[in-house]
Structure formats: structure tokens, C-alpha cells
């Protein structure tokens, strides 16, 4: 019997009085929690409740996944609501948040207590409160495919898992291992997450509702662990001895993590560590209250912001011209096969395109595939990938070092030596094959494009596709426009970006671009410190503590010195008399010519490696500090402020000189370009949350103390006498659809 029509759930009630209630809303591609979903779900949980008839239910979906966690928009609108009620009377806007907050958690909870067997039946991935929703099942039952995540991301966003997840999964899986999930916002295959505790059982996805249906029927216990007499919780409570080593592990871990940076590790461990030691409902009590903090805290929304919404938008063609066709991209030519070469291969291969790898000769390109080979090998070691993967991935790649191979390529990559002549040389070599019809884009790191542009026959088809290190693990690659690229070419890289599923961002033509320019701020501030006298280690601890991913030295390392070396003779060749030298060159001169030391590529740099991958700051880099400051006289804040000042000032630079054209990419630019402090939300959002004013002041006192670099440009003046913020004066335009 079918009872229910266009709604987000079906009701179907067997013979047996068994209600399977199917997740299916209508017009979505995957479910989410919505207002909607919790009155609906509310409402059967009072009919199973009260109804006599019915003996038990099973949760499952329709669609594919089986939820993918609540609807963002819903948890922003009521921050928003929370903002304005705040305005006048901010302990009701507060107490009204924390209610609004608890409506989930206090469903969950009706539902474990209706009194009748529950049992999830997870069909797909089970994400956020759609996990949440089956921990307060009484029985977990999922598909067997390895495909399948099961996990709470909440803290990815500035959140944490609001609807009972902080108090369910430790009660079923133990702290630390609940812990080591939530922190990092991960996920679980079935089998793993079987084999935590988190779920029940695996059975093939052709019995998951006959399995349920068996487990209901089996005089099923509708009384979940936690609210029987004499429930343990694995692993012990905090003030057990075993539960006291995870803390001591935990609050390690969590340190190394966060750098204390993150409200929302912070409040997921506290969640835990307090509610482990009280009855359920005052954790759930407990949990709701964190949550209410951090959706009060500027963090979460400046991380929805850009990692979810900005993020969606540009990776679905928010900058991609209209008007023109999807670029058919089958085959595509990578010329140069080092360290960027070999990745921009093996990511397209992987996605399904033809790549044509070229290098001087044969023998260097088929060393650019053996990294393919190496990083699938790496995904077979973890069970994501087959050798039948292998064998395609490497199919896909035709090393050489014949330029008539690229014959048929629809778009060809250079990524050689950042050297002007040699690119101009590879230019004229792949258009003498591919005619000028062919997009031409460059991976140059900070060769201007209108430059390069200038050798190749058509301007208009020449881009630059600038990608990061490691091009397998960075999500971002920056598109610049020179100025005469067209917007066929724009298209055609944006096409391609999407095909190889990472976030582009699209910036105007000038040295450096905006990724570079901003990250070597970063960098240069580092050896300026340096060459201050800062002891090393603390130039290290304070870029780490300003939220960096790594020390600005350690970062110098990963991308090279020598190449460092390179650009700035670049630099210099290019600008001649306006070329303004800093510390960095001496430093830089030192290490590559006088030292021989080129960074992580030849284990040797501002650190040196070992052969096991470990490394540690090579002493000798004392010997480059004309003077040694004492670390007791050193403010690290102020080391921290410096880093972080320097990069967002140099965006606002970028914005002003019309680099960049949209606050989003600022944002997610840089947080996924080169790590700029996620928990900010990016270089703009870490200048709005403190208001331009204040950020003013602080480039003024910087100034003051450490000279003109950090000199407010006219915009950012403008901005604070406005009293206005970057996202309320260049607000993106709506989401266009994808096309
Ligand atoms: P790399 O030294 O690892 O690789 C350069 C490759 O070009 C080498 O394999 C070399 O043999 C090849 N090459 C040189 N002359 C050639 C020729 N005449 N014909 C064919 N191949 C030739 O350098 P890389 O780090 O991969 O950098 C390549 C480009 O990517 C540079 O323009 C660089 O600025 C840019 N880039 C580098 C990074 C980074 O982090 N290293 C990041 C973004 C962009």
C-alpha cells in the first residue's frame, strides 16, 4: 500500500506492519535535510509511535546516495536570522538559534525513543545528518560497495555534526577512533566502517531491504545501547584509565592538526569529552550548544562561503563565456615532462583523456609516465584502483619526442623549463604541427602570457593553464587570460579544467599572475625574516600558527629554489632598471650558486631530507643571518600577522590592478592554491571578517615597523572610509546554471 504522493518521502506498509519509509524528493538529485524532510519525518515518527498497527520501520532512499547531509542553505539562513534578531537583543537571537538547532538532534532522538525497531538501510552514501539519521537507527545495514562513504564532514566546513553524531558515533565506535574521523571530516568504506562499529552489517544491495526486513521481524531491540542499564562506551569514558590515554593521543593529535585554529575541532572534542560522561540527552544538550557557537562564529560562514558555494559555482563555469559550445576534448598534447609535466599527464589520463607526453627525447618522456604508473601503483596499495586501471591510465599515455605525434591533439600544454626563449622555441615547434587553430596554453608560473602569446600565431588561442605542485593533490589550477586571448580559448581551458575535475579560477595577464605573485609574498617575508635573524625554526612555527599548511622555507623547498633562481633572473631580464631587488635574492644566490642547494628535488634546500622522507632544517642556514635575533624578544603574533597581512594586502593589489575580477577567486584562489589559512575563508574573507579599517590599521602599524611593502593601496583606504567590505562592493553576480 502506497500512501503518500509528492512528497520527499514514501510510506509503504507491509502485511507485517513493517514501514519502509523511502527517501525520494522530488525534483533533487541527491537528498538533503531540509525543513520539509524534518516535518515529514517528524510526522512518521508520531504515527509509528502511536500508531499499534505498525511493528517497525526501515529508512532507505531511492536515489543513488542515500543522503548527502543537510541543506547548507537552510543552516546559512539560520545564521543569517540569528545576525539580524542579534542586532536587538542578541541573548533571545541566541537562545532562539540554539532551539532552531536542536530541532534536528531532538527528532533523532524522538526517533530512537518511538518505542518500535528502526533499522537504516543504506543504499548509497550516507553523509552528515543523512549519517546521522542511521546512527539513531537502531540497526545499520548497508550495500556492499566499496564505493559507498559513510562519515561526517561537517568539521570541512567550520561545523560540527549537530544532530547527535558527536554522542552516537563515540558510543559506537569509542572517542579516538570517532575522534579521528570527525576531526578531519572524513569517511568510511562499508567494510571499514563495519569493522569500527559504526554500522551493523554488509549484505549485497539486492538483499539490503530483505536483510532489514528479517532483522525487524527478528523480535528486534528497539532500545538503543546507550539507554540501557549499564551501557560501557568502547574504549572507556575520559576518566577511565583507557579512555585517559585517548585523550592524551587526542589532544596531541588535535594540536598538530589545528593549531588550535579551528572552532570546530575544538568543539567537536569537547562535545565528545564532555558527553561521555553524562547521560545522552544532556550530551546532545552539550552538543546543540557548541553547534549554536560555531554557527555564531565567523569561521563557519566564511567556509561554507568559499568552499562550498564558491567553490560549486566556479568549478560549474561560473567565468565561462556564454554563447559557446562545449569544447569536445578528446586528446590533448603535454610538452615538458618534469615534475609538472608528469602530473598534468597522469591527471588528464586519469579523467579519461588521450594524452600525447613529450620531453627532448623519448627516454625523459617515458620517465614523466613512470610517475602514472607510481601514483595509480599508490591507489592500488589502497584499494581505490585496479590494475586493469593501470593498464588504461598508462594506455592513454604516449611518451616521446617526436613533435608529430601532437598531429590531432585538441589542446596542447607546455610545462619546460620556465625559460623565455626555450618556451618560445616549443611554441613555434607544436604550431608548426597543430597549425594555429589549436589552443596553445602554458603552465608558466610567472611569464606573462601577453608576452609569450606574442610568439605563437594566433594570440587570441593562447592561455595560460597554470596548475599547482603536486598537480595530483591541488585542486586549483589558475587560467590567465593574456591580453588578447579570446573567448573561445577561455572556454575551451575551462572545458578541460572540468574534465580533469579540479576548481579554475580565471585572473587578467601580469607577473606572477595572482597565484604566485601572493604566494611569494608569503615567502619573501619568510627570508626577509630571515635575514632579520629570526632563528629558522620560529619562521617555520609562525607561518604554521598563522594557518599556512607549512613554513614559508619549507614551502621555498617544495617549489625549488632553482626555479626561485630562475624567476628572478627572469624578472630581472624583463624589467631591467625597474627591477627592485629584496633579501630573497641574496639568499636565494646563496643557496643555488654558492651552496648547491635546490630544494626538496635534490634533498638539499632550506631543510635537508633524509632518504626515509624526513627532514629538518639544515644548520648551515645560520651562517646566511648576518645577525641573530634573541627568540624571547620576538612576538610570534606579530611574525603571524606579518604573513598573513603580506598575502592579503598583495591581493588587494591584485584586485585593484584588475588581475582579479571576482572576490570568489581571491578567496578560493587561495585557499586552495596554496593553503592560505582555510579557517579565514581566504585572503579577502581574512580582510572582511576583520573589517577593512581594522585591517588598515594593522598595514599601517606594519608599515611602520617593517617598511613600504606593506603600504595600503588606494582601494583598501577607499574600503575602510566606506565602512564597506570587498563581498558587500564586488558581490558575485547570482549562480548561473552549469552549462
Ligand atoms: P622541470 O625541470 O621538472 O621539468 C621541465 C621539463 O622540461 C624537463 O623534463 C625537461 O627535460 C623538459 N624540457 C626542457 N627542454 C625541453 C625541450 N626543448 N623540449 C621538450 N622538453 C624539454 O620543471 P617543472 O617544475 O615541471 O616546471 C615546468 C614549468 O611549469 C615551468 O614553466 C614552471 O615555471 C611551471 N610551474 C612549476 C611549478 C612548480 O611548482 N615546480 C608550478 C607551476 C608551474
Not at 544491495?205 to 562506551?233: I, M
Request: proline share 5%; glycine share 10%.
Amino acid at each position: 500500500m502506497v500512501e503518500t504522493k509528492d512528497t520527499d518521502f514514501r510510506i509503504d506498509i507491509g502485511k507485517d506492519g513493517i514501514a519502509v519509509l523511502t527517501w525520494d524528493m522530488p525534483a533533487r538529485s541527491m537528498n538533503v535535510i531540509t525543513e520539509r524532510v524534518m516535518g515529514e519525518l517528524g510526522a512518521f515518527i508520531d504515527r509509528l509511535e502511536s500508531d499499534e498497527a505498525l511493528t517497525g520501520a526501515i529508512i532507505t532512499s531511492a536515489k543513488p546516495a542515500f543522503c548527502a547531509g543537510a541543506d547548507i542553505a537552510m543552516l546559512l539562513g539560520a545564521g543569517k536570522r540569528y545576525e539580524e534578531a542579534a542586532r536587538s537583543d542578541e541573548r533571545a537571537a541566541t537562545a532562539a538559534l540554539f532551539e532552531d538547532m536542536r530541532s534536528f538532534s531532538n527528532l533523532l532522538r524522538r526517533l530512537e525513543t518511538c518505542g518500535k525497531p528502526v533499522v537504516a538501510a543504506l543504499n548509497g552514501t550516507a553523509l552528515g545528518g543523512g549519517l546521522e539519521i542511521a546512527l539513531a537507527c537502531h540497526h545499520r545495514i548497508c550495500a556492499d560497495d566499496r564505493a559507498i562513504k559513510l562519515g561526517l564532514p561537517e568539521s570541512k566546513i567550520g561545523l560540527l555534526p549537530g544532530g547527535g553524531g558527536t554522542q552516537r558515533l563515540p558510543r559506537l565506535m569509542g572517542a579516538g577512533d570517532s575522534l579521528k574521523l570527525m576531526l578531519r571530516g572524513g569517511s568510511l568504506d562499508p567494510d571499514r566502517a563495519r569493522a569500527s562499529g559504526m554500522i551493523d552489517e554488509v549484505v549485497a544491495a539486492r538483499s539490503l531491504l530483505k536483510s532489514a526486513r528479517a532483522w525487524v521481524e527478528s523480535s528486534a531491540d528497539p532500545v538503543q545501547p546507550w539507554d540501557k542499564d549499564g551501557f560501557r562506551v568502547p574504549g572507556g569514558t575520559p576518566y577511565s584509565p583507557s579512555g585517559m590515554m585517548t585523550w592524551i593521543a587526542g589532544n596531541a593529535l588535535y594540536r598538530k592538526q589545528t593549531l588550535d585554529n579551528y572552532p570546530a575541532q575544538r568543539a567537536i572534542m569537547s562535545c565528545v569529552f564532555e558527553g561521555l560522561q553524562v547521560p545522552i540527552d544532556v550530551g546532545l544538550r552539550i552538543e546543540a550548544r557548541y553547534f549554536t557557537s560555531l554557527l555564531r562564529n565567523p569561521v563557519a560562514g566564511n567556509m561554507i562561503r568559499t568552499f562550498f558555494f564558491s567553490v560549486q559555482a566556479l568549478a560549474k563555469g561560473a567565468r565561462r563565456p556564454g554563447g559557446i559550445a562545449k569544447s569536445r576534448l578528446r586528446k590533448i598534447g603535454v610538452v615538458g615532462a618534469g615534475m609538472m609535466g608528469a602530473g598534468i599527464a597522469y591527471v588528464s589520463a586519469a579523467a579519461g583523456l588521450d594524452v600525447v607526453l613529450l620531453d627532448r627525447d623519448k627516454a625523459a618522456a617515458e620517465k614523466g609516465r613512470a610517475l602514472s604508473e607510481k601514483l595509480v601503483r599508490g591507489r592500488i596499495k589502497r584499494g581505490q584502483a585496479s590494475e586493469a586501471d593501470l593498464k588504461a591510465v598508462l594506455a592513454r599515455i604516449e611518451p616521446g619526442g617526436d613533435y608529430g605525434l601532437l598531429k590531432g591533439c585538441d589542446l596542447v600544454i607546455e610545462a619546460v623549463f620556465e625559460d623565455r626563449a626555450l618556451k618560445d622555441e616549443i611554441i613555434a615547434k607544436v604550431q608548426a604541427v597543430t597549425g594555429k587553430s589549436v589552443v596553445f596554453a602554458s603552465n608558466t608560473s610567472t611569464l606573462p602570457i601577453t608576452g609569450l602569446a606574442e610568439s605563437s600565431l594566433d594570440p587570441e588561442r593562447f592561455i595560460g593553464i597554470h596548475f599547482f605542485s603536486p598537480v595530483h593533490k591541488m585542486g586549483l589550477v589558475e587560467i590567465i587570460r593574456g591580453e588578447r586571448t579570446g573567448d573561445e580559448a577561455l572556454a575551451v581551458a575551462l572545458d578541460y579544467v572540468r574534465a580533469i575535475r579540479k576548481t579554475p579560477i580565471v585572473v587578467n595577464d601580469a607577473r606572477g599572475f595572482y597565484a604566485s605573485r601572493v604566494v611569494a609574498t608569503y615567502i619573501e617575508e619568510g627570508h626577509r625574516m630571515l635575514d632579520e635573524g629570526v632563528p629558522p625554526a620560529m619562521i617555520e612555527n609562525a607561518g604554521r600558527l598563522a594557518g599556512m599548511p607549512v613554513g614559508p622555507l619549507a614551502l621555498n623547498d617544495e617549489v625549488s629554489l632553482d626555479l626561485s633562481h630562475k624567476i628572478a633572473a627572469a624578472a630581472k631580464a624583463d624589467l631591467g632598471a625597474d627591477y627592485v631587488a629584496t633579501p630573497r635574492e641574496r639568499i636565494i644566490e646563496e643557496m643555488v650558486v654558492g651552496r648547491g642547494r635546490f630544494g626538496r628535488k635534490n634533498a638539499k634546500g632550506f631543510y635537508d631530507y633524509n632518504e626515509d622522507g624526513g627532514k629538518r632544517l639544515w644548520p648551515g642556514l645560520e651562517e646566511l643571518q648576518p645577525e641573530r635575533l634573541d627568540p624571547d624578544t620576538l612576538d610570534v603574533s606579530r611574525l603571524c600577522d606579518r604573513f598573513l597581512a603580506a598575502q592579503a594586502l598583495e591581493t588587494v593589489r591584485c584586485l585593484e590592478e584588475n588581475i582579479l575580477e571576482d572576490v570568489r577567486e581571491a578567496d578560493v584562489g587561495s585557499v586552495l592554491g596554496w593553503g592560505f589559512a582555510p579557517f579565514t575563508g581566504g585572503t579577502l574573507s581574512y580582510i572582511d571578517t576583520m573589517g577593512p579599517a581594522r585591517f588598515l590599521a594593522l598595514c599601517e602599524d606594519l608599515k611602520a615597523d617593517h617598511g613600504a611593502r606593506f603600504e595600503p593601496p588606494a582601494l583598501l583606504r577607499d574600503m575602510a572610509a566606506g565602512k564597506e567590505t570587498f563581498y558587500e562592493r564586488y558581490a558575485p553576480p547570482p549562480a548561473r546554471a552549469a552549462e
